[in-house]
């Protein structure tokens, strides 16, 4: 289990980065934190030409406010996310999240950028970047561009980008609610997630004004449920309530099967999942 | 029975190790990355192995061409089956037993694959990294020959035949008989039954399978250094398969990281590695990945069981009939044969309860898939969880709480020797004594009046009972794989104070995890009267003792102990002999402890380096005659062995919306007879008990119908992690057995209970729903099918 045969640049800019991924012709690969990419490397399951280590580039890891927005490095690594004071007071529901994120060791290295680059169906920074609407910052040889989450995530370990971009920052805004909740089963804790959901409510005393809902596990991408948002707005608030959202989540996705979950289990967990989550979304107190 | 010597007047005052919670001696360097483990040896300029393996199932090899590897930079040589031939011959597991045929053992493929990872040419390379790169340019034409995947299908007429040799897929067949079943059977008041399974596990040790071949050019000879723990039975085996004598073919194990069996049988690679020393005459290494470790390493249980047991009115099990299907996969093992697994199902299903009738038939079928081996319990997993299952089912047909009907069942105290209906016969173990204990350290009562409460409340909150009996420490009577002609029986210590005084205890045992280092040095400290730091245990190395097998089977505490005790006692009387001169005092008034010869009752005393000098380096002091070598060599045979027993009491709730178990309590009342160190004991029960959850719950190899191999990954392959794994009270019934030292072997014991707990546990959860279990592991998947099938029953039922 060794790689086959890559050459290696460590460049000290983004730009330099680019041009070495254009120079690399399409056989460039960028390496982050390498979690997901290093046993790609030694499967043989990927085999670059080039192999650029973004490491030694500096000012690639911050958390910053940015007006309504929290900005994040592409560089940063999950451990600080989840370490965070500004995410667990302004992105809580991503805080919420970190935790799940594999194991302590993982998470020293892994990044934000690579793992929404790696775009794991399971992942939850991906499914978090849809529940935000955030906004990718991608760096290719005609400058910066952005990218919205929603048009990022192709397939399954598939991203949009061409082969000489590199995601360089992203910038989550901070959304207004009255209660949230973070929901997530897997095997064991730190694996890849059979089901997850995100919640946010904004809520009136009696009427739900607005929802927004996020899911993962199920589908070839992380998915932002609108559909679902656009009915469950406006909606008077009952004991039924978290039943008729589990309900309505449930018959908005196909889940896949796996060698772990059949597409019946994990559309019941997701069932499941949903009905906790709106619960918890309804009755936190903000 | 304790045939220790009987205790004298010092023996109060005196620090006993054996029994004392000593830290583990070898824990410092595996800790702090200090060990040695096959792969850290550094031979001059090594050469690497890398291994082409079959992508196919079931195929002729129809061409192999290496011509593109063997000009890959940094390539010395590619081997094919074709091109060894000459170099060894084939190594077979022999076995008595009839209806058996061994599958011969080559190195690498010939003429047709029959699994996955099978082994097809290996190249040779001045790196791995460039051996497996010419991997990649071997081209391997085959022919589909139809894949055998499950064994059902593989006893069906017409099947492929993997071993056409053999003309059947059925590679073993036994049946066990007492008593009249049939009629016994028909006379139960009860009769409970169903198609038990557990699926194929991996063995899964950390330190994957590793070799190191160092080629002495001066005489021909090679030293292997392997990850195995029958270091012992692999020279024997090489040394006959390359003709090579042993003074020129030394194997050693070094640090082991983890077997659990799974490197407890020789391996076609461990033979070729040597094939190539020779060849090349240069030294060689290979270290699996964990791809490799994964798919080709020998694999664990895989049976259906097809089972029934009648009861009386008072709910005394009478008649129990088993019919076994073990899917072995595509070879036997060396040395013990693809009837190991499957065959100690059916001798052990009785387990620990007075039978009177029992009929148990095994058919071990082959399979395109990585043969079955030894693991951790060793068919005693799959036979606990059977007749578990089968006794709860007969409490709840009988209206008999589980723990009374195992009190019912169970061989008393005053009944042993016992002989169980399959011919096993437990010595004196304290079986009930270890369900008392458990269910009063679980709180049993309290359990249930939780349980009450719970099941009010709508939730799903069971309790499961295991007890298991095993035959441990088994001396040369009884084989450890049926009809297997190698000798298991006995055990060498060999110890030596040499003339610094310093002490060597040398054993045939290889630990690899078990803290023998640690336990054999106590054993050797006490029964020699040396002091603990001063001994240092060697094992693991066939230099060292003049034959040996090595660690399995629950044997080394009770045979290499054993044998520690007897060289201990003839060392001890060499010491005495000596220092009688040295202190010019009668023998009998010699006592020696701390490293020292003491006149009883005086302060005159010698100490063993004074001792030792007084043998070897001084010609003055003793008369010739006296100056014996301070050495003694014991080969000690347990002849029959001994029993160790326990009882696992689980209490687990099962989550209806996510369908996951939690384990909320877990209780082990076990008696592994004297113990020689609570924290090693522990350890292993904490650690049996783990992978005893793993194949309760979480691990699965998954093959499809092709004979790929979908769970090859640690993604796939779940295994339990700490979060997964709860506390664990274990309580010590230490009740001694009738071998030297009154030990029992209790590395095992902890995965054959805690499946069988669990299971239990679960379909107690689950009963109010009319849930059974049957086939492990539970993963939230089955549990989720099982509720959705019981939904679609009792709506059913309603209409």
Sequence with gaps: MKPAKFDYVAPTTVDAAVEALVAANGEGKVLAGGQSLLPLLNFRMTRPGVLVDLNGIQGLSFIEPRGDRIAIGAL????????????????????????????????????????????????????????????????????????????????????????????????????????????????????????????????????????????????????????????????SIDDRTPDRFSELVMSSVSANSDLHASSEYRQHLLGKLAARAMRTALTAKE | MNSDRPAQPLDVLRPRNVGAPIRRTEDPRLLTGRGEYSADRKPDRPLHLAFLRSSQAHARITRIDTAAALASPGVVEVLTAESIVKDFKPVIPFSRMTNYYATPILPLAAGKVRYVGEAVAAVIATSRYLAEDALELIEIDYEPLGAVSRPEFAVTEGAPLLHDAAGTNVLVAREFKKGDVASDSKAAAVRVGGRFEVTRKAPLAMEPRSYTVEYEKRRDAITLYTSSNIPGIV?????????????????????????????????????????????????????????????????????????EMGFDANGIAISLQADVIGDVGAYSIYPWTCGLEPVQVVSFLPGPYKIASYRGAVRGVATCKPPTGPYRGVGRPISTFVTERLMDLGAKALGIDP???????????????????????????????????????????????????????????????????????????????????????????????????????????????????TTLAQIVADDLGARFEDVRVIQGDSDEVPMSTGSYASRSAVLGGGAAKHACRILSEKIKRVASHLLEANQDDIEVFGGKAIVLGTDRAVTFRQIAKAVYSDMKTLPVKAREELSATYTYDPINGTTAAATHIAAVEVDPATCFVRIVKYVVAEDCGRIINPLIVDGQVHGGVAQGIGAALFEELVYDDDGQLLSASLIDYVIPSAPEVPNMEVVHVESESGVEGGFRGMGEGGTIGAPAAIANAIADALSPLGIEVSLLPMTPERIFRLMEQAKLKSRGKSR
Aim: with cysteine; hydrophobic share 45%.
């Design chain 1, 76 to 235: 940063t690594r999950h451990r600080e996310i989840e370490q965070s004071p500004l995410i667990a007071s302004k992105l809580p529901v991503m805080a919420a999240a970190m935790r799940h994120v594999a194991h302590l060791a993982i998470r020293n290295r892994g990044t934000i950028g690579g793992s929404l680059s790696h775009a794991d169906p399971a992942a939850e920074l991906p499914m978090l970047s849809l529940f935000y609407g955030a906004e990718l910052s991608v760096q290719g040889p005609a400058g910066r561009r952005i990218v919205a989450a929603e048009d990022f995530f192709v397939d399954a370990l598939t991203n949009c980008l061409e082969p000489e971009e590199i995601v360089v920052e992203i910038e989550f805004p901070m959304l207004a609610y009255d209660g949230w909740a973070f929901e997530e089963v897997a095997r064991r804790f730190g694996d890849f997630a059979l089901a997850s959901i995100a919640v946010s409510v904004r809520r009136g005393s009696s009427t739900i004004d607005n929802v927004r809902i996020a899911v993962m596990g199920v589908a070839d991408t992380p998915l932002r449920l609108k559909a679902v948002e656009g009915k469950f707005s406006g909606v």
């Design chain 2, 235 to 307: 020279r024997d085996a090489i040394s006959e398969s390359l003709d090579l004598p042993g003074h020129r073919l030394r194997v050693v194990a070094p640090d082991v990281g983890g077997s659990f069996g799974s490197k407890g049988s020789l391996y076609p690679e461990e033979i070729l590695i040597c094939i190539a020393a020779r060849r090349l005459r240069r030294s060689l290494k290979w270290t699996a990945d964990r791809l490799e470790d994964i798919s080709s390493s020998s694999q664990a249980f895989a049976e259906i069981v097809d089972a």
């Design chain 2, 403 to 517: 723990l009374e009907i195992r009190r019912r069942n169970l061989v008393r105290p005053e009944e042993f020797p016992y002989r169980i209906a399959s011919g096993i016969i437990w010595d004196r173990t304290g079986f009930v004594e270890c369900l008392d204990a458990a269910a009063e350290t679980a709180g049993y009562r309290e359990l249930r009046s939780l349980q009450a409460d719970a099941r009010k409340q709508g939730r799903l909150f069971g309790i499961g009972i295991a007890s298991y009996a095993e035959l441990t420490g088994i001396g040369s009577r009884i084989a450890v794989a049926p009809g297997m002609p190698i000798n298991t029986g006995s055990e060498t210590a060999k110890i030596t104070i040499d003339s610094t005084g310093a002490i060597t205890a040398a054993f045939g045992v290889a630990s690899h995890g078990q803290g023998l280092e």
